[in-house]
């Protein structure tokens, strides 16, 4: 019997347990670093205590730690959520010396599965099928590189300890080989702390299909469908949904099987999801790793079976036996998740941090709790004015729609990605929303190939409209023109752009400068009579050239919103669009769908050079995201040539080469290894060759 | 609370009436102040361009913090005088916000005679400093000018408000720790190059902007030297080699830029003294002030009409209600500061006189600023008015007026004439800020009045002996003729006898400005007794 429960985890995760804590009556205790203080997961639990700095390490992958409060907090057990120390052994030896329950499977199947060589090795004796490939225990660069023939290529090099996409690195031909090794050993001690790797076959056709097991401590064991989340980007997963498409009934019943005979043949007793590539070419499927913890995408399978997963954790946990057999486990309709994270999908999906400074999840939201049949389920641990920092993971929410059938799912799923609106850090939604409306999610099978094929080249957002600057600088006048704020009483603040002769038609010439999602910038004069606005797209020159100008109408709306109409008149019709902003960022969306995110410039800034400059000066070599200095590749009087690495970053668990952008002699070096660095920190100055 | 009940139909005919004739004085006020801003010099403002220049007003646009208010001042300066060849006076001023500061910018007009300063741009330069100086605003030079205008140096250069009270209100206010900068765009000459020079900090547009005592022209009279204004005085001569000029700017955009930046770390500290409450608008809507105003000046209309379109939820509560009824006095808010207002409902007796001073005493111990609304045909005449001591009576309060610590400012909505124009803080008895509806009018006295006066003067004449009736025909002509172009409120503001004509609709707003302006700068300290009149 549990009746109190301590969280080792923080963000969405640790939320969706507390809920689920909350629902079985069960005291939850949350935990959280010195950055998570004012987190919402601490505010949803009954008790919540400091556990050390923000860096995962000293906090939540600081198991004494957590020990310790669960001790102080008497907790009959400890849920690990997903990450930090939820496949660790640290953690779950100190829960059996306190005699504290973990909430996850024995020590020994986490260890068995924990190492991607032992894991192969486990699958190969019990007869599921492994990916050709090299798992052997000599780590020797030369031994490496042989096996690396054997197998032949294109194959993976992948660490032993990996997940989530850490140390792995894939090789197209033998030439590539000894970096990629080494790139790959250099995050995964990094990120694990070892650097055995593992070679693997790359299957051509490969869809990343998982199976959901449950067992119980009396070895009874149970599947709960599939899950296709073959869309990844840097190998980690973007779009998941259950079931999968496009897959046979033979292959889902193989898939059953093989998840079933590892899950007995490890004497699992927890919940846990088995990893496959099938080639869909070949119809063959290949074991890849066994996850023994709960997965981020576990909501997807929690709609069809329309069970709360957590809750049968927590029961088999307590020594419960599985609540449902196998035939009374239901599967019914579709669910598609995707995962909002913050981060720049056009630059490399590069993580962004910073205040979130608006933050409202779609509306009407039924239930939203786990494991019910909700429409649109959103699982997050963010609020406008969380603050996103580079010592985790970028992932700020899911959303999971789900439906009758695969249709349904994704266009519930697009409607309520729409209604998302993040201000702050950059976000993926425009990107996740491409992904859902692409013809290829529908038509074809997906492949992990699937964002490579689609977006060639990467992702950029859609090119703006004529239009879309002007309708920008219009809701940037409208919101400062009619400002809200109880502080906010002196005229010279509230009247907006006064003039003593507006009456008389000299209006103020207000100027905005604006950025798109690509960089580009924009220039928009807008003058204001009455509620209506007057905008035109002007170039930067002083004597400006007007290129294209519109009329509209404004309302301001609460909070830094409004509304703008404008009579189309081919059309006969007038086009909506809304816009919320916050500091110098607007969300514009266009006739309710579209969205186009802007960003606020100072044009005296750009007058006096100073945005200009800040990021040019190729000789300097200067942080491109805030992270941690995990090496530095040269030395003052070294000669360098243009693309060389000069130092390696460590950024939300990912390594960053920033390299040298010009030929010339290193003149300074303002880091050291170990060094926590700000976005655009200087780090290495050259002196240019001339 | 005490909600103003208005007994105004806005469906009523004579409404209607009204609102179509003060249309018309509003459209009249608006050609006139578009064809000051933009009109009569467009070939002049192409050129302009051309050089890659700004237009005053633009630079102005630039500079303030966007989407603020701009209260120009007196922008129908000079109109209809020198064949209204210079619109607003070839300057234009007013009060903007820079980095969220209160600043008071001056910026020449050079499509406007070069800039070039008439007896109108120095009353109107001096006028904005006087502001400047008394709200305590950091005072801002957009500077393009020629110096004086010569053919009328006479009224511009020596007398003791002239060019040079303009330099010497600039080192004061330097001294009292009010920021005095500038931006130079064009060439400064002579008295012109002393804005910059006298600046506590001046940027120099590179390639336009000039500063030399004497430009190239004099230097050949004077030391016969051959030398171009570039290398004479040019931005990057004086910004490295002389040092007259502090900052080099590459264009005009890069200037106004550089200014923002200054101000912005100017260590100016932003202040309001006042206690402000939630701002409500007024129950009435201050666009039916056009239908209120009688389309015939001789049929009255109840001021507290005006008074409830200009105040916070016409809530005004008033003082002595029962007592000088011809005076109407109360508190109220606008834009949420608290101000005093006395409006006219009459010609002034006695009780009124004492009603007022007892009110301007009441603000001013309480520091709330008072707000005149004229319509004023002057004090009460008469036996019974002189034996009940009209002339006492009528002084005391001008005179509580005139020691009145508290802000104080006019605005003109009928006619303002003889003593009346004092006891309501005319013109010189230096109201903070002073404006005009465009109906307004303000003299010693009526047309009328003025015409009886005269033809009784003459008729009583000794000298001139016996007039005949064409005589006395053409004085009548005249006095009218000459008192109805005088005290026609464009012949004032061309003369700056105020700050400006405004709209009724806009009064509310624009005395919002002016009260949250004067709210920043500290109330004087000491006793204010309250004498029971």
């Known amino acids: 019997m549990i009746t109190s429960l301590l969280v080792a985890n923080r963000g969405e995760i640790a939320a969706r347990i507390i809920r689920t804590c909350r629902r079985l009556n069960i005291r939850a205790v949350a935990v ?58 640290a953690l779950i030896s100190l829960c059996e010396k306190q005699n504290i329950i973990f909430v996850g499977p024995n020590r020994e199947a986490i260890r068995l599965m924990g190492s991607k060589l032992e894991a192969k090795r486990i699958a190969q004796q019990a007869g599921v099928p492994v990916i050709p490939g090299y798992h052997g225990e000599d780590q020797s660069e030369t031994t490496l590189a042989l096996e690396a023939d054997k197998v032949g290529y294109p194959l993976m090099i992948k660490a032993s300890a990996g997940g989530g996409g850490k140390g792995m690195r894939q090789v197209d031909s033998a030439a590539e080989f000894a970096a990629a090794l080494q790139d790959a050993k250099r995050e995964a001690l990094a990120s694990f702390g070892d650097d055995a790797m593992l070679l693997e076959k790359l299957v051509t056709a490969p869809r990343h299909i998982e199976v959901q097991v449950a067992a119980d401590t009396t070895g009874t064991t149970v599947h709960l469908y599939e899950r296709e989340c073959s869309i990844q980007r840097n190998h980690q997963k973007v779009i998941e949904e259950a079931p999968a498409a496009f897959i046979s009934d033979q292959q889902r019943e193989a898939l059953y099987a093989s998840a079933l005979t590892l899950t007995k043949a490890i004497n699992y007793d927890s919940l846990g999801t088995i ?141 309520a990605l729409n209604q998302f609106r993040i201000t702050g850090p950059r976000t993926n939604l425009a990107f996740v929303t491409d992904i859902l409306r692409r013809p290829e999610f529908i038509d074809q099978a997906l492949s992990t190939g699937f964002l490579a094929q689609c977006f060639p080249g990467g992702w950029t957002p859609a090119p703006v409209s004529a239009d879309a600057p002007l309708l920008a600088a219009i809701a940037h ?122 960003r606020l410039l100072d044009e005296h800034q750009l007058a006096l050079g100073s945005l200009s400059d800040a990021g040019s000066g190729d000789h300097r070599v200067t942080a491109a995201l805030p992270g941690q200095v995990v090496e530095v590749c040269c030395k003052v009087g070294d000669s360098v040539t243009a693309g060389d690495t000069v130092a390696v970053l460590d950024s939300m668990k990912l390594l960053h080469k920033l390299n040298a952008q010009t030929d010339g002699t290193v003149q300074d070096i303002f880091c050291a290894v170990g060094d926590n660095v700000e976005n655009g920190a200087l780090l290495i100055e050259l002196k240019p060759n001339t | 609370m005490s909600r103003i009940q208005s007994a105004i139909n806005p469906r009523s005919p004579e409404f209607k009436t009204n609102s179509e004739q003060y249309q018309k004085s509003t459209d009249q006020l608006r050609s006139r102040l578009s064809e000051a801003a933009t009109g009569i010099r467009e070939k002049l403002i192409v050129r302009h361009r051309e050089r890659g220049k700004l237009l005053a007003r633009e630079r102005v646009d630039r500079l303030i913090d966007a989407h603020t208010p701009f209260l120009e001042l007196s922008p129908l300066a000079a109109y209809g005088q020198y064949n209204n060849e210079v619109p607003s006076a070839g300057i234009v001023t007013g009060i903007g916000q820079i980095c969220g500061i209160h600043c008071m910018i001056i910026a020449n007009d050079a499509t406007v005679k070069g800039g070039s300063f008439f007896h109108e741009t120095v009353k109107k330069h001096v006028r904005a400093q006087e502001i400047a100086e008394q709200n305590r605003l950091p005072c801002i030079y957009l500077v393009d000018c020629g110096g004086a205008y010569l053919p009328e140096q006479d009224r511009v250069f020596p007398d003791k408000d002239h060019f040079g009270n303009s330099f010497f209100r600039q080192c004061r206010m330097s001294q009292q720790g009010l920021p005095q900068l500038s931006a130079v765009f064009g060439g400064c000459t002579a008295g012109g190059a002393y804005i910059p020079a006298l600046s506590d900090e001046n ?286 409120p464009y012949y004032a503001t061309s003369r700056l006898w105020d700050d400006g004509i405004i709209e ?6 624009v005395m919002g400005l002016c009260l949250a302006l004067t709210a920043t700068r500290e109330p004087e300290a000491g006793p204010s007794p309250v004498y029971r009149m």
Not at chain 1, 64 to 83: C, E, F, M, N, Q
Not at chain 1, 567 to 585: I, K, W
Not at chain 2, 366 to 378: A, E, K, S, V, Y
Request: glycine share 8%.
């Open chain 1, 477 to 598: 006048t409208v919101n400062r023109e009619h400002p809200t704020g109880a502080a906010l009483s002196s005229p010279w603040q509230t009247l907006g752009s006064f003039r003593l002769l507006e009456r008389a038609g000299i209006t103020a010439q207000n100027r905005i400068a604006l950025e798109d999602e690509s960089g580009q910038q924009h220039l928009v004069t807008v003058s204001r009579s009455g509620d209506t606005y007057h905008a035109k797209a002007h170039t930067f020159e002083i004597s400006p050239e007007t290129s294209h100008e519109i009329s509209a109408t404004a309302t301001g709306l609460a909070s830094g919103s409004c509304l703008i109409e404008i009579e189309d008149a081919e059309l006969g019709a007038h086009t909506h669009t809304l816009s919320l902003q916050s500091e110098d960022e607007l969300l514009i969306i266009s006739n309710g769908d579209k969205i186009q995110r802007w």
């Open chain 2, 203 to 488: 940027i120099m547009v590179k390639g336009n902007a000039r500063i030399h005592l004497g430009g190239p022209s004099i230097v050949k009279v004077a030391i016969n030297e051959d030398v171009d204004g570039e290398t004479l005085g040019g931005a990057e001569m004086h910004t490295k080699v002389s040092g007259v000029s502090d900052y080099l700017a590459e264009d005009e955009p890069e200037a106004l830029a550089r200014l923002r930046e200054i101000i912005g770390k100017l260590n100016f500290p932003k202040t309001c003294h006042t206690d402000t409450q939630p701002v409500l608008p007024p129950a009435y809507s201050p666009e039916e002030l056009n239908g209120i105003v009688s389309a015939d000046p001789k049929i009255p209309y109840d001021v507290r009409e005006i008074i409830a379109r200009l105040v916070d939820d016409s809530d005004f509560h008033e003082f002595k209600p029962l007592y000088g009824e011809t005076l109407v006095c109360g508190t109220a808010h606008i834009h949420g500061y608290p101000v005093g207002i006395l409006g006219n409902n009459g010609a002034l007796f006695s009780e009124s006189a004492l009603k007022g001073a007892h009110f301007i005493e009441l603000c001013n111990q309480r520091n709330t600023p008072l707000l005149f609304l004229h319509n004023i045909t002057g004090y009460m005449v008469g036996t019974d008015a002189e034996r009940g001591g009209i002339a006492k009576n009528s002084a005391k309060m001008v005179y509580a007026q005139a020691n009145a610590r508290v802000p104080k400012f006019s605005v003109i909505v009928g006619g303002s004439y003889g003593a009346g124009n004092y006891g309501m803080a005319g013109r010189g008895f230096g109201p903070h800020f002073m404006f005009t509806w465009p109906t307004a009018s303000c003299a010693t006295m009526s047309a009328d009045i003025a015409s009886n006066v005269m033809l009784e003067l003459r008729r009583s004449s000794i000298k001139h002996g016996e007039a005949s009736a064409e005589e006395l025909q053409k004085i009548e002509d005249d006095v009218r003729a000459q008192y109805g172009e005088q005290s026609d």
């Open chain 1, 32 to 89: 959280y670093s010195e950055a998570d203080r004012h987190a919402p997961h601490v505010a949803l639990a009954d008790e919540a205590y400091g556990i050390g700095l923000a860096e995962s390490a000293a906090s939540y992958l600081n198991a004494d730690a957590i020990i310790a409060v669960a001790l102080r907090a008497k907790v009959d057990a400890i849920h690990p959520g997903y990450g930090f120390l939820s496949e660790s052994d």
């Open chain 1, 275 to 415: 990893e496959f590539l099938l080639d869909h070419n070949s119809g063959d499927i290949y074991f890849l790793e066994m996850n023994t913890r709960l997965q981020v995408e576990h909501p997807v399978t929690e709609y069809i079976t329309g069970l709360d997963l957590v809750e049968w954790q927590i029961r088999i946990a307590a020594g419960e036996a599985l609540p449902l057999s196998q035939d009374q486990i239901p599967c019914d309709g579709w669910a598609i998740e995707a995962r909002i994270n913050a981060e720049d999908p056009a630059n490399n999906y590069q993580p962004q941090t910073g205040l979130i400074t608006h933050y409202s999840e779609p509306g009407s939201l039924p239930g939203n709790e786990p494991g019910g049949k909700t429409e649109v389920r959103i699982d997050s641990a963010v609020q406008a004015g969380s603050e996103i920092t580079p010592y985790y993971d970028s992932m700020i929410a899911k959303v999971i729609a789900g439906g009758d059938d695969r249709a349904q799912a994704k266009s519930r799923l697009i409607t």
């Open chain 2, 504 to 509: 009724p609709a806009q009064t509310r707003d």
